[in-house]
């Protein structure tokens, strides 16, 4: 079974700050997807890649499959970043990691 | 084109009824995926389903949870005779193809008094 490890759980930081979120897993995959969770609770999707990087307005995502890592990255960020920011891989079905909480104070 | 569509927003159900979920996904979409979040924890994958056949329901609970998605319809996910426990927001979503971006539906979050 994949085993998922998302770093920083919490994460509060000043507008303007460069982010970074870490995703680690144990077995290889597919695809990984970067899912951003509202306060309401909706859930948007991010990026789903399985090589390289991708960029998308301030939101960058990057993976290593040798390293079997990914990150996300924000730049400028802002107090309306401020929400759940989940890993997930597809392999042998799907599995998320536990979530990172962001706040961006002004 | 509307986003994936879910209703009810909000279901209240007493233990021991049925709870009827329904997914509507994007136009062109056949690849519908349920998944829950139990208060204070992170998504659970539940099912994965392509029109009229389950792919993957490695994530279903093996009592009383069932999934469909019809040929015409929406795709719905019952739950019979709910506990407390069932609890939580449930959230759809669906891509055009397997492997594909997944895009959520605003969620049904149930409630069992």
């Known amino acids: 079974k994949n085993e998922v490890e998302q770093s920083p759980q919490n994460l509060t930081a000043q507008e303007g700050e460069f982010i970074t979120i870490n995703c680690s897993y144990s077995?290889?995959?597919?695809?990984l997807h970067w899912l951003q969770q509202h306060p309401g609770g909706g859930i948007v999707s991010l990026f789903m890649?399985?090589?390289g990087k991708k960029k998308h307005g301030r939101l960058i995502a990057t993976i290593n499959i040798q390293e079997k890592h990914s990150s996300l990255h924000i730049t400028a960020s802002h107090p309306r970043d401020s929400a759940v920011y989940i890993c997930s891989l597809s392999a042998d079905g799907l599995t998320f990691g536990k979530g990172t909480h962001l706040i961006i104070q002004p | 084109n509307a986003g994936v569509m879910q209703n009810p927003r909000h279901l209240v159900r007493r233990r021991g009824q049925e709870a009827r979920l329904r997914c509507s996904p994007m136009k062109g979409h056949s690849h519908v995926y349920w998944y829950r979040q139990l208060p204070e924890e992170g998504l659970k994958f539940m099912v994965y389903l392509q029109k009229e056949n389950i792919i993957d329901e490695s994530g279903m609970p093996k009592e009383r949870f069932s999934a469909e998605f019809p040929k015409e319809g929406p795709s719905i996910l019952r739950i019979q005779q709910v506990v407390r426990g069932d609890s939580a927001a449930y959230f759809c979503?669906?891509?055009?193809?397997?492997?594909?971006?997944?895009?959520f539906g605003p969620g049904t979050r149930l409630t069992v008094l």
């Open positions: 979503a669906s891509s055009p193809h397997p492997m594909d971006t997944q895009y």
């Open positions: 890649l399985s090589s």
């Open positions: 077995v290889g995959i597919s695809a």
